[in-house]
């Protein structure tokens, strides 16, 4: 309106993007603008302040299930807690994970968690792409609990204190105690034989991952390469073999932006905690920011009619 790009101009177009249809079963969580246009010209992560008439904006929008959603606020809420917003998981570990300087290079997190693997990538500083793969830390536990015939508690147990997903890492006459099913009496095996169970999954999920990037066509423009986080990105080797499976960097995403973590906060299967607590803070300092700006141009509206009254006068 004034030929100047403002925050009131960003607001009405990303506005404009949420008219679009989506089912009504989905319900709408996020929308992360990639780029901005003024009057044609491409390539703007910044507007404001530019000059133009036509601010156009190309978005990522983010939807889930109404009724999971519903689900999750509902479980929250009967512990006692209060919920003022909802963050899509991955997009809150890469708060926590990732340097501003990797997003505008292109980067992906892939966020293992116990039941899937969810991903986000950047590229030139915005969030191009998001997925879930319902493949996570329990189907590892579930397959060494089949493999060695152990209940899920010791599959779990085995998994967190002798796994590997590199079976080459591990020295042949290394030897582990399995507890038996119903009464039955623990059985001693090497620690290969675990530790070959868990590369088979662990290469087909990091497969899973490497399809679910090319199809999107990100592949090639990952310069700082995939970050892995999430409880199950601690299991040992699975970066090694990440580096071979994607042909690109991969690294361990550990929270390095947030000072006076003890060591066990520290540790990946902690980001999204972490990256929460960001969002939120971020979020209230941008609203305390708004009011203060708000109050501050009431007083100047004010201060200007009397000047213009004594003026008349």
């Known amino acids: 309106r004034d030929a100047e790009v403002s925050r009131d101009d960003i607001a ?17 969580l996020h929308v992360l603008p990639n780029e901005y246009k003024i009057d044609g010209q491409s390539g703007i992560t910044d507007p404001i302040g530019m000059a133009g008439v036509r601010l156009e904006s ?21 512990t006692g807690l209060k919920v003022v917003g909802l963050v899509l998981e ?14 505008e290079l292109g980067v992906s997190v892939v966020d293992i968690g116990g039941g899937t693997c969810d991903i986000i990538s950047f590229v030139q500083g915005s969030v191009v792409h998001t997925a879930v793969i319902p493949v996570g830390g329990n189907n590892f536990t579930h397959d060494v609990a089949m493999g060695l015939r152990t209940t899920q508690i010791d599959a779990e147990n085995l998994k ?20 038996g099913v119903g009464g039955r009496q623990k059985r001693t095996i ?19 991952v490497r399809g679910e990037l090319q199809d999107a066509g990100l592949v090639n423009k990952l310069g700082s390469g995939v970050v892995l986080t999430g409880g199950s990105s601690q299991l040992l080797g699975l970066v090694e073999m990440g580096d071979f499976i ?68």
């Open 12 to 28: 009405r177009v990303i506005d404009a993007a949420k008219a679009v249809a989506i089912p009504n079963d989905r319900q709408m």
């Open 58 to 78: 190309n978005v990522h929008i983010v939807t889930g299930s109404r009724s999971a959603i519903q689900n999750a606020i509902k479980c929250t809420e009967n």
């Open 90 to 103: 991955q997009l809150a570990s890469s708060l926590a994970v990732l340097s501003s300087d990797e997003k």
């Open 160 to 179: 967190r204190k002798y796994g590997c997903a590199l079976a080459d890492l591990v020295a042949e006459e290394e030897t582990i105690d399995v507890e």
């Open 190 to 208: 090497t620690r290969k034989n675990l530790c070959e169970v868990l590369e088979a999954r662990a290469e087909e999920t990091l497969h899973l």
């Open 246 to 313: 994607f042909d690109i960097l991969v690294r361990k995403g550990l929270q390095a932006k947030v000072g006076g973590l003890t060591d066990v906060i520290k540790c990946s299967s902690y980001a999204t905690a972490v990256g929460l607590v960001i969002y939120g803070f971020d979020r209230e300092a941008s609203a305390h920011k708004n009011r203060g700006k708000t109050h501050e141009d009431g007083i100047g509206h004010r201060v200007s009619g009397w000047v213009r009254r004594v003026k008349d006068m």
